[in-house]
């Protein structure tokens, strides 16, 4: 168990109705994210893969 404080984000959707039920549907990741320092995440998207952040991509919180 990590011992940090929790810091919560929301996601905004927007767009059509069914593209967001679409995405409510298929993401893998919650519309609530509850993140602390020391946290163990993982990339659900590629995000630059020279600088090697692609989906599956481990690392950890280390600021917030």
Known sequence: MIKTPSF???SLDVGEKHHIEYF???C???SRLE???GAQV???KNVDLEL???I???GY???I
Do not use: I, Q, R, S
């Open 42 to 44: 993982m990339l659900c």
């Open 56 to 58: 599956g991509a481990v």
């Open 28 to 30: 893998p990741v919650p």
């Open 61 to 63: 919180v280390t600021n």
């Open 52 to 54: 090697e952040l692609f």
């Open 35 to 37: 993140l602390k320092v």
């Open 8 to 10: 919560y984000f929301n």
């Open 24 to 26: 409510d549907k298929n």
